[in-house]
């Protein structure tokens, strides 16, 4: 738990269809997705925005942003210029991820055209089988788990790169409180490609 929440929000009823292109696949999703308005959103960058499913249950919705934006909080959001995060129940997840051609152990991805990082309601209350999945494919749960996809998807957002080693490299930059050097990384295994090496 990050502590308690006296901030006041909101959650405008207007629909708003975000499309979101995965950089893997050709095919174009649709997804309706409602804002969420935060009260002190000037403790994150003003250029970021929060947004939930249509059928996102509206007190998890308003939970889980505000998780979210904690979590951001620690990292400079400034180099993201506009940017959104959306948030996906964890039943629709896998089918997402499908139809995009993406691995369903991922818990997050990124779409650089849309501007926008879609996250799994998961990496906020995660079933006992999805902890599972995720303590075997990345080594950790619950808040090392959304600490990891965060920075790992802002080292995505804020180099404008897809490539997974040099996320993990710039994602790291990031945990260690540095702004990424987006032209330099390591050549080593990402961290995913080492647990999924592991026996």
């Not at 909101?10 to 308005?37: E, R, Y």
């Not at 059928?55 to 889980?64: K, M, P, S, V």
Request: net charge negative; glycine share 6%; hydrophobic share 35%.
């Amino acid at each position: 738990m990050f502590g308690g929440t006296d901030e006041v929000t909101t959650m405008k009823p207007s629909l708003l269809i975000a499309v979101l292109l995965a950089a893997c696949a050709a095919q174009t999703q649709t997804l309706p997705v409602v804002p969420v308005h935060l009260e002190g959103a000037g403790e994150t960058a003003k250029s970021v925005q929060f947004f939930c499913t249509q059928d996102y249950d509206r007190e998890d919705c308003l939970r889980h942003a505000l998780e979210l934006r904690r979590a951001l909080m620690a990292y400079p959001l400034e180099p993201l210029g506009m940017w959104s995060f959306a948030l996906v129940p964890s039943y629709k997840w896998k089918d997402l991820l499908r139809s995009l051609g993406g691995s369903t152990d991922s818990p997050a991805f990124t779409s650089f055209e849309q501007r926008t990082t879609v996250m799994e309601s998961s990496l906020f209350s995660a079933t006992a089988t999805r902890s599972a999945e995720f303590l075997q494919v990345f080594g950790v749960t619950g808040e090392a788990l959304l600490k990891f996809v965060v920075n790992h998807e802002l080292g995505h957002s804020i180099c404008h790169d897809p490539d997974e080693r040099k996320a993990d490299d710039y994602g790291r930059a990031l945990r260690e409180g540095n702004i990424p050097d987006c032209g330099r990384t390591s050549k080593r295994q990402t961290d995913h490609d080492m647990a999924k090496n592991t026996p």
